[in-house]
């Protein structure tokens, strides 16, 4: 598997490999046909195979954009060279924000909510994602792990950098695991989900001050 590009011309068509993904991810990954996906992007299926040998790696590098998007987009500081300063594209449609801490210095539980919402709908939303987080373990050195060490980073520095402390970012994500497949598997309603996410957000952030 190929890194992501650098010459200009090349990252273009390697995003718009990427943004047609997006549309296969909705339906589920035995969705996501590779010599589609290239005819849809107008690239050789050669290139496409070059940076993306199998389904799972290109809806996994999606979820990566995705998540490196919505950590730019909610980030303090200067997006990182070579990630785009435009604002995250959302497959939920949901803003996520960050909201302006209170007099007191406490932590924006709202801004929060808004990340780990995103993410919680980006999972659910797009089956293709998480069937590819479901299935795929750490094998060593194998770019798949790769791929799933990077989207545990990312993750985890798009909630920190709203919430302030990464031990509760953590704890958040996997409550989103565990809400993402409760909702799937029918067992709570998507109304429930959102509200359970939501107090999970207001116990663990709004009464801590920010570091």
Not at 36 to 45: G, I, Q, S
Not at 57 to 86: D, F, I, M, W
Request: with cysteine; aromatic share 4%; proline share 7%.
């Amino acid at each position: 598997m190929a890194p992501p590009p650098t010459l200009p011309r090349q990252r273009l068509r390697y995003t718009r490999i990427l943004d047609v993904a997006a549309g296969f991810a909705r339906k589920g990954l035995d969705s996501v046909v590779l010599s589609e996906v290239a005819a849809k992007a107008d690239v050789p299926l050669g290139t496409l195979y070059r940076y993306f040998p199998s389904a799972t790696q290109l809806v996994l590098a999606l979820y990566r954009k995705q998540l490196t998007e919505l950590h730019a987009a909610n980030s303090p500081a200067a997006p990182a060279a070579g990630t785009s300063a435009a604002p995250a594209k959302r497959p939920a449609g949901r803003s996520a924000k960050p909201a302006a801490g209170n007099a007191a210095g406490d932590v924006p539980a709202q801004a929060t909510v808004g990340v780990v919402m995103e993410i919680f709908h980006m999972r659910l939303m797009q089956p293709a994602v998480e069937q590819c987080l479901n299935k795929a373990v750490y094998t060593k050195d194998t770019d798949t792990t790769k791929l799933l060490r990077e989207i545990d980073s990312t993750a985890e520095k798009a909630v920190t950098a709203v919430s302030g402390d990464a031990a509760v970012s953590r704890v958040l994500l996997l409550t989103v695991t565990g809400l993402v497949q409760s909702v799937r598997c029918r067992r709570l309603s998507l109304f429930e989900a959102e509200e359970g996410l939501k107090k999970a957000c207001a116990l663990l952030t709004s009464s801590r001050p920010a570091a």
